[in-house]
């Protein structure tokens, strides 16, 4: 349906960037109100049937008001819907910090067959 189409998003300006900029220059900020907010924009995707996919600090961004709005949806995942944001529509690998282990797992495995050092890590791995 949008083949050769380029689709992007317009968000409004931050002006005090992301949580974590906006952390280290506010460190008296209620950090419990942020992550309630923080949740809430998640609740509000999944309820809509949207996954973000890459939650962290840096895809945050704080409004002038101190409200904290997810951002960077390149990994996000609509479902019962004809547009779909994933790992396959792109060629970036997400944040591996934050990476879920069964994603992370399944790479190790897959490399484990071409390489002893690497599958020696793999075990190490799965056995904890």
């Known amino acids: 349906m949008f083949k050769g189409i380029s689709l992007g998003m317009v968000s409004q300006w931050m002006e005090n960037g ?12 209620d950090r419990y109100r942020m992550s309630i907010q923080v949740a809430s924009g998640l609740a509000y995707m999944h309820n809509g049937q949207a996954v973000h996919g890459d939650l962290k ?8 008001e101190g409200v904290a709005k997810l951002t960077d949806f390149d990994f996000s995942i ?8 994933s790992e396959s529509s792109n060629n970036r690998a997400g944040s591996t ?5 069964q994603n992370l797992c ?22 904890k």
């Open 57 to 64: 600090a840096l895809n945050v961004l704080v409004s002038s």
């Open 97 to 101: 910090r934050w990476a879920v282990c």
């Open 18 to 29: 992301t949580l974590v900029e906006y952390l280290r220059k506010n460190p008296w900020v």
């Open 78 to 85: 609509m479902s019962e819907v004809s547009l779909v944001f």
């Open 106 to 127: 399944s790479i190790l495995e897959f490399l484990s067959d071409s390489s002893l050092g690497t599958r020696a890590i793999f075990r190490n791995i799965r056995e």
